[in-house]
């Protein structure tokens, strides 16, 4: 008693590297680390946890803070933690009748690989070994414990390999003609441990300590030095984390699931972690430690059949589950032993789950009281739930991979190869599926991109033809497969060695980039009861509204269908690029003087009235953001290659003068508008100031198609976005110019339309004179896509496949900056410039409208710039709504 | 007198409006225009002026604020003005016997076109000209004044055109058989006055206003609506003139020309405007008003005639020149009219001169001890200096031109056409002078390039590798001639209608992009003695230093006999071009392995070391920046379509299977390499980073050159750039690749070298993350041709040509942003790179080495920001000298 009076006076005076599991604050992780936070938690909260104590993280600090030294008065209060562990058990530590056994576990703040193991059975030597194989009654166990932490601090506290020992253990079974570790006798494990002991001062070159608590103080260290681990220091350095949180220690009074039938180790998620239902899930494993498990060498058996073998236990489990939940209030994933009968908790933590059992379990939470809705809103991870809004492969497991390329338009697809786009329409039109597979798609091809299931080209980026029409329309497309080869002459392809023909089909994942033989079966994308709950708590709660980008008006009901609140971008180029209008489109094209064009143009326009027109009937009452002409005029031509064959042909089949005059001609433009850098040139805004008439035919069908809608009692909101804009000029002179033209067409319709002039904002000139710009836009879109472009001097085309893969994986870059907005880079420049516009105009209104306006960490980056809204494909709608609540609700929280 | 008492009671309490040019305050030009002041200013001295006033710039502004009306008082103090011009010219404002006659001028504080034109003889009217008739004893010349006034008045108050007027005075003549105007009889020049006076009144709807006192209100009001005048609008919108400026009215007493021979007008230089030399230059012509100078009917004679023909009013100009320099300190550009023997200076202002003449006058008058060394400095256009420095072609006027293009490399050249490289060469060997004139240049045509006298290109821009070659080695060339065919197989370019045969002469200036037929002379650049004094003026004033852009030893030559102060900008790319060096590096291209690739670069190594070691000799002392290779790597490659052709004609001719096999490996990788755009491609620091074997070559080369030049004990300052750096680690990661490159080299060689490791600024990513950048980086370079692409998203070889000339036409931007640096964006973005560098590294040197280090306006801003120093290529350096120079004046002007 005297013993322990001066332990707590002691702790009184002294306590400050090292808390009990029964008196730490579990609230504070930085100091204890998650693992030793929870345990403390479960201890104080009653859990049949093994008792314990943690060294904090600021213990590991001021080790390296002295240079590899333990803090002062570390290893007293060790030693006393020690003595305050030997009460509550009921063991001595290193005592040759009840020896008291632990584990060594690092634990630091952030979950973080290239850190320490666990050491098991610390406190075992040739004589506490003894003692365990008194008490257990059970020598064989009691010898294979000893030679488990012999073989586990040699290689965890001086880094030797564990091939000798492994080597040793394999002989000594051969020896005795058995072939599992378990019908080893006592005495062969006797007989390793001696071998172990020789192997152990053979390669660390002194021998095995005998004095437990020199054992105790070598394993603490080595998790301190794990920290500085170089494994360690790549990974904190690649993902930001401080090298100043260090890392805990814990150590633990051992349990033993392997002392008999009546023992076991075992895992269980508190709910199914695939598909959310409320039901136990996980394994056991009878007579077993927990390495067992991973050694894999018995098959574990269905946590529910505990319920037989060991209904008490089992009932213990369930319970356990229960509570746990409802402390944590998340699923569990928890490791637990059965010591003869008794069960333990060794640690818990949230479990990881599939977006599906995110969303069930969020929400049946939430109808349990057990959580709040902004709780159950960032119980989801809203990147992941893209995968429940496409149509999926499944059972690819068994098929082989023909190609891998870019992921460059999400959802799946199975169809006959078709190697041309009339090929493609012909057989579509009897009824088959098809995938159009091509070098490359260029406006001609559209017709076959449209009849097929999917697209599969050879070359090409995220930003090539195919990718941006696939993405458009919502078929799934994988672009750039190098591997691909494409005989034309023989109607076969050939990849990784396997040849197909012209109509073999092929699975094609638009979302991974791969490309399969064989038909793979569908999983259709389903909108859960529980998903649509949880939107309507996110449309409750965020702030951001959520726009689509939509250019026709199927995307635009679908869109609508998914939530969205107006649409943010729609581009016109698609519309330019129907195979009907190809022609008109062309004729503009060549024409040599303003009137022809304009000729040409008058054909386009009632074409472009009722696109308008549609897409505001589809809208009705909605914000619709138009976007004028973008592309350079060349994407509307053939390739240059493919003229010169076709007049080759012509030629050589003696066609009409006219005919050849006529692609001669379409040629000589082709090779006219030919660009260096066509992303850096004569495209957007600077087609409306070069040939003003594209613009003047645009505007006029808009204010025609709004007034047309609004006499049939149709909601018009209407925004007309200019392009590129580089300076505040040439915005002035374009929107003078399109107010003139829609007041003209109002006067002419005799309606009067009330509109916003706005400019993207996708030229960093136009972020760094935005105050400038303001003046004459009402509205700023960022068009982040050719924002991040420019601003890291990337072409999307030409970076992703050639060098952006080697500066992700080297790390020299933290993500694609084109699937997460750059904040340290492009973030800045999107800042300035609100901040600026909303100077000079208060009421401006901002949005995005690129890529990002569907990726989560964009959207919270969005939120907390003050964004009015993000505009994404119709697809990321709902993820885009669920991200903007969840960065809304993080910002209040952060206050 | 009673009235002059009241006059001057009066004046002191009410004058606000008007000043008599003896009262007026000449330095306040603000308020009098810069006429007026300089009027004011020639009275007080005591020239011989006409008197008269100036109603204020203040006034117009507040006949503008009161919507067009004149400020309350104005006319009063006209009024009062006139009668104090009576009394100082002894005529009376109207009268029947002595009557004043007025000229009545707009004079604004800066020069504007769109302005109001002058009223001379205002004050006549029926009865008056009757008076001067008399007084002048010349009818003809009293009737001819008061036509000229009626027409003058319709005209410019009227804005009636002048047609019908002169319709009527051809009809006079024509009835009279004369055909001078001087020849009129005076009863014919009196009808014409009734005619006049008719033709008024049908035109303005109200006849000519008789009563002088209307007269001269409607000119001084149609002098303030000329302010507000569409042209006068526009000016001052394109110029940055602010609106509230105003213009002031001058109205002066009429002193006549054209009353006999012993009058007569002319305009003097004080100074030859064309060379500097100090002597009387202009013309004068006897018996005129100023218009008819103008109008050129009789031809002026030169003024050094005057001596013989009025000898006095010679000797008066002279000693009028000397005073009025000496007073204004400036060479003078003077307007003067000579009234029966008695000369009457109107106007003075600064005289435009030629750059020659510029720096011969600015030493002169330093010399003379009219003006400082700083004053001196200030008197000299920069930008103008440019045309001193390179040769020049002469009597252009007598050929014709061929083409026109862009001005891609400046100076001039004479040579015989040739199409081809190899026959450039051929023809150079033989002593011939050639001018190399392909579609565009490759790398394989580089040794045309260098056996020519200058290039012509019909394809490619300012960039393109004809452009950059030309403008390293400092030869002419004009590129993207659009309007130029080349027939190869008759071997003849035809243009503009023009037929020539390879082998004929043309004359090309590099500097206007002109190409003329036949041969024009040349003229030598010169370097005068003058211009060396003032650079020398320059180099003691001057902060910023001033390095050179210079890729080879002759061009480091060369930068410092023009007094750079060290090489900014060594490209290292130029060095991969010669054409022994282009298979191997093609070599190095097509090398599919690191072991390849090392293996061609290690032929290269030692190439390099001398490339290195001849310029660090060269440099000797000063510092030098070598950049590491940054182009694309199929920049080394031929063209596809080169390629594609040749091996088509290989396989004709039935050629090995090596040579096919070898051309047809290079056309696969020149397709694997080609790029969307290239500009935002793989290239600079991205080639570092995917092909680190490139860049260990180059730092190995540096540092066993500067090994090399230490044991020879030539100065070393050395500096290592890397460009198109885009994000910190990055940077960190190719800085610590080069410094264990740099140690292993310096170990090896024995030998311990100083060096600097920095990056080009071109990335406005870089620009955005500098602080970060900056850890890495000891000095920062600004790439700002690049910047200024990516920063306006504008590919200089498809803008200039394509849309830039139109966005400078329609003066949608105010100038090129590739000549002179847009200070409102790109400007921004270096601004912010240096705040944010020098915070992080106090030490950070900073310079631009784009081509606008080479532009005085963009100096001045580089000066502003307090840069460290600018890189321009070195025919540039003796301006950029001068233009630091007067930066540095004009910044301790403004404080």
Known sequence: MAQVQDVARDEALTTRWVYSFDQADPKNRKLLGGKGANLAQMVQWGFPVPPGFTITTEACNEYWARGGKFPEGLLDEVGMAVLRLERTAGKRFGDAFQPLLVSVRSGAPVSMPGMMDTILNLGLNDLTVRALANQSQDPAFAYDSY?????????????????????????????????????????????????????????????????????????????????????????????????????????????????????????????????????????????????????????????????????????????????????????????????????????????????????????????????????????????????????????????????????????????????DADTAVEWAQRGEKVVLVRPETTPEDIHGVLAAEGVVTTHGGMTSHAAVVARGIGKPAVCGCDGVHIDFEARQVESNGIVLKEGDVISVDGGTGTVYVGEAQMEEAKMAEELKELLSIADDVRRLKVRANADTPEDARRAREFGAEGIGLCRTEHMFLSPDRVPLVQRMILATTSSERQDALSKLLPLQVSDFAAIFEAMDGLPVTIRLLDPPLHEFLPREEELAERLDALREQGASQGEIAETEQLLRQARYLREANPMMGLRGSRLGIVYPEIYDMQMEAIITAAAQAKRQGIGVELEVMLPLIGSPKELRVLRERMEEIAKRTMEREGVEIGYRIGTMIEVPRAALTADQIAEDAQFFSFGTNDLTQMTFAFSRDDAEGKFLNVYLDREILPYNPFETLDTEGVGKLIQWAVEAGRKRRPDLKTGVCGEHGGDPASIAFCEDIGLDYVSCSPFRIPVARIAAAQAAVRRRMTG
């Not at 995110?358 to 992941?384: F, K, S």
Request: aromatic letters at 6%; glycine letters at 6%; hydrophobic letters at 45%.
């Open 147 to 419: 030679r488990r932490l012999i073989q586990m601090f040699a290689n965890v506290v001086f880094n030797v390999s564990l091939e000798p020992f492994e080597h040793a253990l394999r002989a000594a079974k051969s020896k005795c003609g058995v072939e599992r570790d378990r019908d080893l006798p006592a005495d062969s494990w006797k007989d390793l441990v001696a071998t172990y002991l020789k192997l152990f001062a053979e390669h660390v070159k002194q021998p095995f300590p005998q004095d437990v608590n020199v054992q105790l103080e070598l394993a603490i260290e080595a998790v301190f030095r794990s920290w500085n681990s170089p494994r360690a220091i790549v990974y904190r350095k690649a993902h930001g984390i401080p090298e100043t949180l260090g890392t805990a220690v814990n150590v633990q009074a051992m349990v033993f699931g392997n002392m008999g039938d009546d023992s076991g180790t075992g895992v269980i998620f508190t709910r199914h972690p695939s598909t959310g239902e409320p039901v136990l899930f996980g394994e056991f494993l009878s007579n077993a430690q927990g390495e067992d498990v991973v050694a894999g060498i018995r098959t574990p058996q269905p946590i529910a059949d505990l319920a037989h073998t060991m209904p008490a236990v089992y009932e213990s489990l369930v319970a356990l589950a229960k509570q746990l939940e409802t402390r944590f209030r998340d699923m569990q994933d928890v490791e637990f032993t059965v010591e003869r009968g008794k069960l333990f908790v060794l640690q818990t933590r949230s479990g990881k789950r599939t977006a599906q059992a995110a969303v069930r379990i969020a929400i049946d939470m939430l109808h349990e009281g057990l959580i709040q809705p902004e709780e159950a809103l960032l119980r989801v991870d809203a990147q992941h739930l893209r995968q429940l809004l496409h149509r999926r492969l499944q059972g690819t497991d068994a098929l082989q991979v023909l190609a891998k390329g870019l992921p460059a338009s999400p959802g799946a697809s199975v169809g006959r190869i078709v190697l």
